[in-house]
């Protein structure tokens, strides 16, 4: 059983888990979405709730910060709770003037300057990228609901307060959109172990303005993006 997530039983963790990073975005999300949700997890106070939408059971569970905590978590869904469909809900700082704060963008790919992939003993460089079944799900859920996103390279990274710069204008000269710190790490579990997984982010920093949002607004105002993942839900459930 995991140490991490602490759900009673398999069965309590729907086949398709939104993975906010803060968790108390996974609380909002639970109480202004899901019909019914329960709180399986509270360990560490990164909290994990399973409810329906439309009907639908649907899952959603904090990860933390950065790729180490992203991998616990992830891991554990994938391997001890059958989750099937991954689908990270975050925040990104955005490389480019016309991909503004409060744009939803998604990495089709994530570049990386992590060590993350030593773990798979791969003799060589990886790509880790998203699911093609949940991406074309998400172009669906994107008609449904009216909501637009741009779809990707982002780089997710380790250090958080770099000491360079002008270190992101390097990536922003390979095309490469916004920056996080979580979507290879979940990419590479999936890809290992046979499942599906996206990455969406709101964007919340801005490093060409400047233009940062507020915390309430990281929390409980980027709603969008997560009725998108929500309506992923749905149709991959109705597939």
Known sequence: MSTH?????????AETVLLP?????????????????????????????????KGVPV????????????????????????????IR????????????????VVGVAASTDSNYIHAFDVPGNYAPCA???????LRDASETTGHTFKAGNIVSCDVFYELKEDWWKRWKSMG???????AAALYM????????????????????????ATTEERQEKFTEMMELALDIAVKMHNK
């Open 176 to 182: 490469v959109m916004a920056v996080e710190m979580e």
């Open 189 to 212: 579990n999936a890809a290992y172990n046979h499942v599906n997984a996206l990455a969406m982010m709101t964007i919340s920093d801005h490093f060409v303005t400047g233009e940062k």
């Open 21 to 53: 990073g803060d968790p108390l975005r996974a609380k909002f999300i639970a109480e202004t979405y899901l019909d019914n949700p329960v709180c399986y997890t509270d360990i560490r106070n990164m909290l994990g709730y399973t409810g329906t939408y």
């Open 59 to 86: 899952s959603v569970q904090g990860t933390g910060m950065g790729m180490p905590s992203m991998g616990i978590y992830s891991w554990e869904l994938m391997t001890e709770y059958g989750v099937k469909n991954l």
């Open 89 to 104: 809900i975050g925040t990104a700082g955005s490389f480019h003037e016309d991909i503004k704060i409060g744009d939803i």
């Open 5 to 13: 997530i602490n759900a009673a039983n398999r069965g309590d963790i």
């Open 131 to 137: 699911s093609y079944e949940l991406l074309s799900t």
